[in-house]
């Protein structure tokens, strides 16, 4: 089993549309989780960092689950932009112990 | 900004050759990272450096070394390429003032590295 699992997609969903993706992850001592975004033949970059108590930025929405070691991502009025692989990642502390998901694929149509 | 460069977007090599691959980061930060990244495997840690001249394995560092002489600057070396090290390569540094605790990371644009 992987230690971070997600659905490799792809989601397709229209403009505008509300979209969700959820992460597994087996290690119960993971502690700081965040979410990533990889354009096309880009590098992955920052989307944001997954609090317990649920964090926004706009029209994303994190949160966690640590009962059933999930966490999730919203998009919520999805634009074309979004269009691109969102990777998650969980850790448990230190740098051996961070664990990269394999991207959720998500296409907006217009 | 955080800038993170890495020396090459495309290399070609033959089995057995010798491989640097650069990256130089330009925010003082103190981590410094290796990644490889291929499809349906994500991004799997090769070696990470914490300070000049500190290095630490990560998942698969077999086949590869890695070289910290200067902080902004992080290498890692493929002694003898083979062609199952063909992938894309991503550095990454953090600023690694967390008290431990994983910080973000700040990825360069990747090398496409194929071994023929």
């Known amino acids: 089993r992987k230690e971070v699992e997600q659905d490799p997609g792809p989601f397709n969903v229209p403009e505008g549309a509300t979209v969700a993706f959820n992460c597994t992850y087996s290690?119960?001592?993971?502690?700081?989780f965040f979410w990533y975004r990889q354009d096309c033949r880009k590098e992955p970059k920052l989307l944001m960092s997954?609090?317990?108590s649920g964090n926004e930025d706009g029209r994303f929405t994190a949160q966690l689950n640590r009962a059933s070691q999930y966490i999730s991502l919203l998009i919520r009025d999805s634009k074309l932009s979004d269009s691109a692989t969102y990777l998650c990642?969980?850790?448990?502390?230190?740098?051996?112990?961070?664990?990269f998901g394999t991207g959720t694929k998500l296409q907006v149509i217009p | 900004d955080v800038k993170v460069t890495q020396s090459s977007r495309y290399l070609v090599k033959r089995t057995g050759e010798k491989v640097f691959l650069e990256c130089v980061q330009d925010?003082?930060?103190?981590?410094m990272f290796w990644y490889r990244q291929d499809p349906g495997l994500g991004l799997r840690l090769i070696y990470f450096?914490?300070?000049?001249?500190?290095?630490e394995k990560g998942d698969i560092p077999e086949g590869y070394s890695v070289s910290r002489e200067k902080k902004e600057r992080f290498s890692l070396i493929l002694e003898s390429a083979s062609t199952n090290q063909t992938s894309m390569y991503l550095c990454?540094?953090?600023?690694?003032?967390?008290?431990?605790?994983?910080?973000?990371?700040?990825f360069g644009p990747g090398t496409r590295l194929t071994v023929l």
């Open positions: 990454a540094s953090s600023p690694g003032d967390t008290g431990g605790f994983t910080d973000t990371q700040y």
């Open positions: 290690n119960s001592a993971s502690q700081s």
């Open positions: 997954v609090y317990s």
């Open positions: 990642v969980a850790s448990s502390g230190g740098y051996q112990k961070v664990t």
């Open positions: 925010m003082d930060h103190e981590n």
């Open positions: 450096s914490y300070d000049v001249k500190m290095k």
